[in-house]
């Protein structure tokens, strides 16, 4: 690797893989502590970073915006023999593992953990397969956060990269970018003992035995507007007034996404009218 890339990964890892170790650790705690828009929220942050970091490191376009979905799938038509197009899961993960496709998962993801959900107003439905489906992705698509270029003695970089890739692709296991990163300091011991340990509570990327699963989801899938529509549409004329002047005050004074506010326009224009004392 020359210097140019030299520093350019330093920068990358330091600017992009290392805060998103941090965001994706501070998502297993959330998962593990029931904070649903924590963990949502910092899922898509992570597995966002990473994905860029690969794009700056790989010569790819420089990506604005945070939908990872399209993030994903520009990396996955570039490697797609390394960026995961499915889920894979052992047999104590089959009771709990709901069939969904990587696209689906991350379409989800990208609704629900973004910022125009910080506020709840989508809600949220959350399973208990969730954190094990994070945990694969950031494994499979973290490892990639190299520049596959350098690894080759081809002086062609695009032959370079093919056998960058199939380097990765035949290592198996490979995971480790950098001793000084986050997750390799964690799971190296280098730092709190109780925060390595939570990591790697039913983490079967990273060494996890077996995986124990959750026996119900746990969810509130519900916005906090869903209530006020609906006593918005019962049958006493003071309620349902009060409800609107309610649903009226949110849509004046509270920010809302263009969509979740035109939604939110439309119910509100659907109900009764108040009645005049």
């Keep these: 690797m020359g210097h140019f890339e030299a520093q350019r990964s330093q920068i990358v890892h330091r600017m992009f893989v290392a805060t998103a ?36 490191l790989n010569g790819m376009p420089r990506m604005d915006g945070h939908d990872i979905a ?19 899961f052992s047999k104590d993960e089959r009771e ?29 439905a959350l399973f208990p397969d969730e954190l094990a489906k994070i945990d694969f992705l950031v494994w499979h698509i973290r490892r990639c956060c190299r520049t596959f270029a350098s690894y080759s003695n081809f002086r062609d970089e695009s032959h370079g990269e093919q056998e960058g890739i199939e380097l990765l692709r035949s290592s198996g296991m490979t995971w480790q970018l950098s001793g ?10 280098k ?15 990273w060494g996890a035995d077996t995986w124990i699963g959750e026996q119900a989801k746990w969810s509130s899938a519900n916005s906090p507007f869903a209530e006020l529509i609906s006593f918005a549409q019962g049958s006493t004329s003071e309620t349902s007034a009060i409800s609107k002047e309610v649903l009226q005050w949110a849509r004046a004074n509270i920010y809302f996404s263009p969509q979740a506010g035109r939604e939110l326009d439309q119910a509100v224009a659907a109900q009764p009218s108040p009645m005049t004392p």
Excluded at 70 to 88: D, G, M, Q, T, W
Excluded at 98 to 103: A, I, L, Y
Aim: net charge positive; glycine share 4%; aromatic share 16%.
């Design 96 to 124: 709990y593992w709901r069939k969904e496709g990587v696209r689906d998962f991350i379409v989800r993801l990208n609704s629900a953990g973004s910022a125009e959900n910080r506020y709840a107003s989508y809600g949220y």
């Design 180 to 189: 000084n990163l986050p997750i390799e300091r964690l799971v190296a011991g």
């Design 21 to 56: 170790d941090e965001n994706y650790i501070l998502a297993r705690l959330a998962f593990q502590q029931r904070f649903a828009f924590d963990f949502l929220w910092l899922s898509l942050h992570a597995l966002e970073k990473y994905f860029k970091a690969i794009r700056l």
């Design 191 to 205: 730092r709190d003992e109780d925060i390595q340990r939570r990591f790697l509570q039913n983490n079967k990327p």
């Design 70 to 88: 399209s993030l994903h799938a520009e990396c996955i038509v570039r490697f797609p023999n390394l960026i995961p197009s499915k889920f894979s």
